[in-house]
């Protein structure tokens, strides 16, 4: 089974507007990260936003914020105002993290988000 | 300011000619990876190093080699490139100790074209 999950291979955007990137995960551990990388076409994967699985709010950096509802393991990305440099693909990553666990990060297939004028 | 630098950013090889990429880091973070990146697909980890012990993933190819010879340099070796080894190759780094959930860093990456 997956245990990252991005159900959406593709998005499309206007600029100015919200848009939300879906990713669901599956773990049995208690304590884990997930992460949110952006992949402009130049390859470089650029770290977005952390949610560990304690913290009690939703992440934040700026124009993003994550929306994370532990109950239905899921962790989507909000970007809020579009621009047109968001246009790339978007991944969603989890850390499973008990003392012992594997620290390997499990990346999911990625959702190529468009923004257009 | 760059903190994980990968050269070259691109490089041509013939087939079947071995080809080294580089990966160095001003981190100082002691985990390094290595993924290969084909086109619209997650990254897949091909090995780590945690510190100095090595890590192969159980479905990575022999023909690709690591080494690192220090905190950080680390090289990724093609003994026998071959035309379904083209793609883009990410070299990433972390802080770990069990159980962190440190982001990782990656490097730009290098596109490997075999002709």
């Known amino acids: 089974a997956q245990k990252i999950t991005q159900t959406q291979p593709g998005m499309f955007v206007q600029e100015k507007e919200a848009v939300t990137l879906d990713c669901t995960y599956d773990?049995?551990?208690?304590?884990?990260?997930l992460f949110w990388y952006k992949q402009p076409s130049s390859g470089e994967m650029i770290f977005l936003i952390y949610?560990?699985?304690?913290?009690?709010q939703n992440a934040t950096e700026g124009r993003y914020s994550l929306n994370f509802q532990k109950a239905r393991k899921s962790a989507n990305l909000v970007i809020s105002a579009s621009q047109l440099g968001d246009s790339a693909m978007y991944f969603c990553?989890?850390?499973?993290?008990?003392?012992?666990?594997?620290?390997?990060?499990?990346f999911g297939r990625g959702t190529s988000l468009i923004v257009h004028p | 300011d760059a903190m994980v630098i990968q050269n070259p950013r691109y490089q041509v090889t013939q087939f079947g000619k071995p080809v080294t990429l580089s990966c160095s880091q001003t981190?100082?973070?002691?985990?390094m990876y290595w993924y290969q990146q084909k086109s619209s697909q997650a990254p897949k980890l091909l090995f780590h190093?945690?510190?100095?012990?090595?890590?192969n993933e159980a479905d990575t190819p022999d023909n690709f080699q690591s080494r690192r010879p220090n905190t950080s340099f680390c090289f990724l070796d093609i003994r026998s490139p071959g035309l379904g080894d083209a793609a883009m190759y990410l070299c990433?780094?972390?802080?770990?100790?069990?159980?962190?959930?440190?982001?990782?860093?990656f490097g730009p990456g290098t596109r490997l074209l075999v002709l």
């Open positions: 990433a780094t972390s802080r770990d100790w069990p159980g962190s959930q440190e982001t990782q860093y």
């Open positions: 981190l100082n973070h002691n985990v």
């Open positions: 190093y945690y510190d100095k012990d090595f890590n």
């Open positions: 773990t049995s551990d208690q304590s884990y990260g």
């Open positions: 990553a989890m850390r499973e993290g008990t003392s012992g666990g594997s620290y390997i990060p499990t």
């Open positions: 949610q560990g699985s304690y913290d009690e």
